[in-house]
């Protein structure tokens, strides 16, 4: 949990409370000047105001904050943002507005009603996410009038959430043929025609050898083992491509097959991969593709087309 005790960020001069807070003061010197009673009366009930709105005023920095959110997001994606309100005064807090805003997500508002003394609330908020990279935690603000509502309070803090932000899917493109596939000889077996199947696939001498039927060639490949894309970083389009490279990463996954992505620090398989296309910037290269492991098909990820690297 994170207090809201510090000034707001990026606040600039606001004239309004300047004005309200020297209003009686001059009224009052103003009324001996010329000694007109209308004027202090109108004086006196101006700072009997700002001693009621003094008095009144929320006590935010009693009030403290705790965000929880998923490990990873998408670009695009809307994220349940889990916020935990506690009131450590000794009586109920009045009712404010939470903004959190400055963490790669849409801005939002939270009304947040009067929270008993010691208690502790917690709110659900869908957040869009909106920049791709890394997301260390929202800045909470916390804004409530006095009982007046001359003023408007305001506290805020830097609350810990940190998630990583990855691009947003695009259309998936096709992958280069694996070697093993494109040019494999080996014949495992031979079975009846069915339908769907290709001209190309009949056995043209076993079926001569069976009259009135047509038989159909099954070829022998080398089962492809964990894909290694490598994103171009010199791509005209980087963000363009990193959308492809996460649209493979995340159909791969969701077919339960290896797949692994190249960064600026080596090779990272699995949901990791999705990290790394958080995080990569534009640099000088495509990058070091990594000696693979046998089996292994090793696809660059580049526009307007992908080509393999193994």
């Known amino acids: 949990m994170v207090p809201l ?9 606001r004239l ?7 209003a009686g003061p001059v009224l009052l010197l103003l009324s001996f000047g010329v000694a007109n009673r209308w004027v202090a009366l109108v004086a006196c009930l101006v700072v009997a105001a700002q001693v009621v709105a003094l008095r009144t005023a929320p006590r935010l920095s009693a009030l403290a904050v705790s965000v929880t959110v998923p490990l ?4 695009g994606e809307g994220v349940e943002h889990v916020v935990t309100v506690t009131n450590s005064a000794p009586k109920p807090s009045v009712p404010i507005v939470l903004r959190l805003r400055d963490d790669g997500f849409a801005q939002v508002h939270l009304p947040v009603p009067s929270i008993p003394a010691g208690a502790t609330l917690e709110l659900r908020v869908p957040r869009q996410a909106q920049e791709r990279g890394r997301s260390l935690g929202p800045t909470v603000v916390a804004q409530g009038p ?11 803090a830097r609350v810990p959430a940190p998630v990583l932000i990855h691009p947003a899917p695009t259309s998936a493109p096709t992958l280069p043929a ?3 596939q494109a040019g494999a000889q080996d014949l495992a077996g031979v079975r009846p025609f069915r339908a769907g199947d290709r001209a190309s696939m009949v056995h043209r001498r076993a079926s001569a050898r069976r009259p009135g039927s047509l038989v159909v060639a099954e070829r022998e490949a080398e089962p492809v083992g964990r894909l290694v894309v490598v994103p171009d970083l010199r791509a005209d389009d980087l963000d363009r491509v990193l959308g492809e490279v996460t649209a493979v990463v995340l159909d791969e996954l969701a077919a339960h097959r290896p797949v692994a992505v190249v960064g600026p620090e080596g ?3 699995g949901e990791g991969a999705l990290d790394v296309l958080a995080l990569i910037g534009v640099g000088p290269g495509v990058g ?6 046998r089996g ?14 193994s």
Do not use: I
């Open 178 to 180: 694996p070697a093993a």
């Open 296 to 309: 292994d098909r090793v696809v660059v990820a580049a526009g307007p087309g992908w080509r393999s690297a």
């Open 72 to 75: 990873r997001a998408g670009v």
């Open 267 to 269: 090779l990272v398989e």
């Open 288 to 293: 070091v593709v990594p000696a693979s492991h």
């Open 16 to 22: 309004r409370p300047v004005v309200a807070t020297l």
């Open 5 to 13: 005790t510090d000034p707001v960020p990026g606040q600039g001069f």
């Open 146 to 156: 006095d009982a007046l509502g001359l003023l408007t309070h305001r506290r805020s």
